[in-house]
């Protein structure tokens, strides 16, 4: 695990389905910055004590870094606290062993050590200060990919902690640079409003700030607000008109605005900037198929995963482009990688589909149960599982899940009280049950012409 560096010039992108850095580096480079100044620091302060010398301090303090940098984290912890026995307040030695502590997961205590370098000693040097704002930024990341329920208790606690101290290091300064790391440390925790109230002023301060206007449209775009968040991407490309990752956001833009012949557009261009990125690939494949061309969607999800096979969104894409092209034994292949790279309640659903259509029915209602474990409140699984319970004949099943998929509010509601009066009519021959649910289907659905039909002519 390495603590990584962000520079005022290095803008935040969008890769895959996540979000990075675009130029982060690694723990040696924010080392290598800040280590003569914290070596020299540590020098010059007086001690409390004759023993050891002030040079034998730095000599340790030293000592430390290079364990540091070779990963060594135990054993730099240990010289960093030898550190602290002559100097227990020196800011610097805090700043490194807070290192020590992240690379450990020891979060809570990384935390309280830089809150006491950058709180408590105002000479803290504007470097480190800045360095110890961007580390704040990094415990977010980490916390925030933490699964269990006892982790996200955590890592809120850790969070608001690290937040309100993030705020209190750098909250006098009018400069674009912390202004951005401020409000990146607001989009990671999700206060985007917060965010852009940040990201404003820094291109205030800065209207030139490449980064401020990208995070900011990065905000808007996660609010789903794709107008604005435009704005701010054109304004990043006024800046540098080649700058391929705002051709991606831009292109994510246009297809969640429904315009997907744009969206081609913009991740052609990111392509031609980045040919080695697949997600650009599978986006631009995913425009394809929107503008039903699946020969091309097809050809475009194929790159992406010759780029990166552990890809499951490829996978999966390219798996929906052949079942809308009835290729079912491909897209069956297609699914089952998919879902060994990354299970999901969408991809089991889809696969289920597949199965379904080659009439293999059991192995269908295998895979909706999978759905069903990973998200008990999909309706469209209960109500797909209930047709296909039906077509298998285990029609108490089926009513099972239709009464599953009835008892849950989603947009096809009338589909499942309509499939089920069918099953009472023509199967249990429950008449009264029947026209109840026919009458539902019409509540929840008055347009329907195929149920009040069915109501209308009666029962045989």
């Not at 130029?23 to 080392?31: D, I, V």
């Not at 606690?157 to 690290?162: F, W």
């Not at 259509?357 to 209960?382: F, H, I």
């Amino acid at each position: 695990m390495s603590v990584v560096g962000l520079s005022a010039q290095s803008p935040a992108v969008f890769h895959k389905d996540g979000f990075q850095s675009a130029n982060s580096s690694n723990l040696e480079e924010l080392l290598d910055s800040l280590e003569h100044g914290g070596g020299d620091n540590l020098a010059a302060e007086e001690t409390t004590s004759a023993s050891p010398s002030p040079e034998e301090q730095t000599e340790l303090f030293q000592k430390g870094i290079k364990l540091l940098q070779s990963k060594n984290y135990s054993s730099s912890l240990d010289v960093f606290e030898s550190c602290l026995e002559a100097q227990p307040e020196n800011p610097y030695v805090l700043f490194y062993r807070a290192q020590a502590l992240y690379s450990m997961q020891r979060y809570h205590e990384a935390v309280d050590d830089l809150r006491r370098c950058t709180e408590e000693h105002p000479l803290f040097s504007d470097d480190y200060n800045r360095a110890a704002a961007n580390f704040y930024m990094q415990i977010f990341t980490r916390l925030l990919q933490q699964e269990t329920d006892a982790d996200a208790e955590e890592g809120s606690e850790v969070r608001d902690t690290a937040l309100q101290n993030y705020y209190k290091a750098i909250g006098t300064s009018s400069k674009a640079a912390p202004l951005v790391l401020r409000g990146m440390a607001a989009f990671y925790s999700g206060q985007l409003e917060l965010a852009i109230q940040d990201f404003s002023q820094a291109i205030a301060a800065d209207p030139k700030c490449f980064q401020a206007y990208f995070m900011r449209g990065s905000c808007c775009q996660r609010q789903r607000d794709y107008g604005p968040a435009l704005i701010d991407f054109f304004s990043c490309l006024e800046l540098d008109p080649a700058a391929p990752r705002v051709f991606f956001n831009i292109g994510l833009c246009y297809c969640r605005l429904g315009q997907p012949q744009k969206g081609v557009e913009f991740f052609t261009r990111s392509i031609m900037a980045l040919p080695e990125d697949p997600s650009a690939y599978n986006n631009r494949g995913a425009a394809f198929r929107d503008l039903n061309d699946p020969a091309k969607a097809v050809a475009d999800f194929s790159v992406a995963i010759k780029l990166d096979p552990s890809y499951p969104n490829a996978w999966a894409n390219r798996g929906l482009c052949y079942y809308q092209l009835k290729d079912y034994n491909k897209a069956l292949a297609d699914y089952t990688q998919s879902i060994a790279l990354e299970p999901s309640e969408q991809r089991y659903h889809l696969r289920a589909l597949v199965y379904a259509e080659m009439c293999q029915l059991p192995e269908a209602v295998t895979d909706l149960s999978s759905a069903l474990s990973l998200n008990p409140r999909d309706a469209l699984s209960w109500y797909v599982r209930g047709n296909i319970h039906t077509k298998m004949s285990s029609i108490d099943l089926a009513l099972e899940d239709y009464a599953k998929a009835v008892a849950l509010p989603w947009p096809h509601r009338s589909s499942a009280f309509y499939r089920r009066g069918l099953v009472h009519r023509d199967i249990t021959r429950d008449h009264a049950a029947a026209y109840d649910d026919f009458l539902n289907a019409i509540k929840t659905s008055p347009k329907s012409d195929t149920v009040c039909l069915t109501v209308s002519h009666g029962f045989p």
